[in-house]
């Protein structure tokens, strides 16, 4: 018997913070119309950097989501992941009263941690000695701490993880959250991740590794995934979450089934610390090993959500490898970049990428690609540019591809009793 036929996983909870909204529906509704999330940094001064904007999360009021005396004492990543958690959670009707807390986990992915706290506790060293360091730096900067602290706010004490694998740390904290739930080592996964990457040190160091589009007189336009004139991604900061459930665990219950998980792949490219290899294998193979896990063929793809971080070898690439894996069947797949609208959420880009998947399922709206105005011949399938599309999606794929030659892959899919 499968391992799907023997534990379904589905989603029961999704919850966001993005640079487009701050809940899972704003953030719906700014990808749909064709919002651009991307403008001047304002979270710290910018004008000693030679890239000056980002996808900044805006609006945002950390105390009275998650209590002001908690927010004191977390990064700003941690801010987002225990938000986003505490939206799906809600959404899911999962409370520590209402689930066994032994048997709900949680893994909440990130990229770089605390890198705000790190970067302003080197300027206190400086300016004023390190006897004036707060103690609470360490549980601030720490990558773990998202995931601890979500377990805290609910209450959850089985499995509790942070993968950290750079851009697809998100993914993978949801695929290895249903790998865990499989396992029958849990009932309830809160999985996602959390992002905060907008301080002095960061910023400096993706534009020293020529990584950021440098369009500072024109920021809205400067994700442009797939088109000639791409020049690099932008950052962005948020972060979310997903309910994940042993199938029966949530009918057992009446919970709502929002979507299954039927299939995810991490592979390694194992070739370069920054960049993909050329023939985009590593990505051919996540895709087609996250297609044999879900017992389905490349066919069966409605919409890919792709990783498409709008620099030149990366979009290149994808598209490459996308062609390996569906033939010529990919010239038939609606594929969009979310990033153009969000910029580049690093460790939590996987997951509010899988929620534009899940409701592309529940919905029947494929969110678009924006900025798109000038074909590249070596990227040239259907990109969905500009315009949100209505398309029947019965299966998503999302794909997040990071540093490091990290490639995971996540399948979504209709829920079918």
Request: proline share 5%; charged share 20%; aromatic share 6%.
């Amino acid at each position: 018997m499968s391992e799907r036929r023997r534990t379904r996983v589905v989603v029961t909870g999704m919850g966001a913070v993005t640079p487009l909204g701050n809940t899972v529906s704003d953030y719906w509704d700014g990808l749909v119309c064709g919002r651009n999330g991307v403008g001047p940094i304002t979270v710290f001064d910018p004008h000693r950097m030679g890239v000056r904007f980002a996808g900044e999360v805006k609006d945002f009021d950390a105390p009275a989501r998650i209590g002001r005396k908690e927010a004191r004492r977390m990064d700003r990543y941690s801010h987002f992941a225990v938000a986003a958690a505490l939206e799906a959670a809600g959404q899911a009707g999962l409370t520590a009263a209402e689930a066994d807390g032994e048997r709900t986990g949680v893994m909440m992915g990130t990229g770089i941690g605390g890198i705000s706290t790190t970067n302003q506790g080197f300027r206190v060293m400086d300016d004023r000695g390190p006897d004036r360091l707060s103690p609470f730096v360490v549980p601030m900067l720490l990558p773990n701490m998202a995931s601890g602290q979500v377990s805290i706010h609910l209450g959850a004490r089985g499995p509790n993880l942070s993968p950290t694998s750079a851009c697809s740390s998100a993914s993978d904290a949801i695929g290895l959250a249903a790998q865990t739930i499989r396992a029958g080592d849990a009932d309830v996964m809160v999985a996602g991740g959390a992002e905060a990457p907008l301080c002095e040190i960061s910023v400096a160091g993706f534009d020293a590794a020529r990584a950021l589009s440098h369009r500072n007189d024109d920021p809205e336009h400067a994700s442009r995934p797939f088109d000639r004139e791409r020049d690099g991604f932008v950052l962005g900061e948020g972060g979310g979450a997903l309910i994940l459930e042993r199938a029966e665990h949530a009918m057992a219950r009446g919970a709502a089934i929002l979507a299954e998980l039927r299939g995810y792949a991490n592979v390694a490219d194992a070739h370069h610390i920054t960049q993909p290899t050329e023939t985009g294998d590593g990505g051919v193979r996540a895709m087609r090993l996250a297609l044999a896990q879900a017992g389905m063929a490349a066919t069966d793809i409605d919409y890919i959500n792709a990783h498409g971080t709008s620099t030149p070898i990366n979009d290149r690439v994808e598209t490459h490898a996308v062609k390996q894996v569906f033939g010529e069947a990919a010239y038939g797949v609606p594929m969009s970049s979310t990033k153009s609208m969000t910029g580049h959420l690093m460790g939590a880009a996987g997951v509010i990428e899988a929620i534009a998947c899940l409701k592309a399922v529940e919905t029947g709206v494929v969110p678009p690609t924006i900025n798109y105005r000038t074909p590249d011949p070596d990227c040239d399938l259907d990109y969905v540019v500009n315009e949100a599309r209505r398309v029947d999606v019965q299966a998503a794929m999302s794909n997040s591809f990071g540093f490091g030659g990290h490639n995971a892959v996540l399948i979504f899919s209709r829920w079918e009793p």
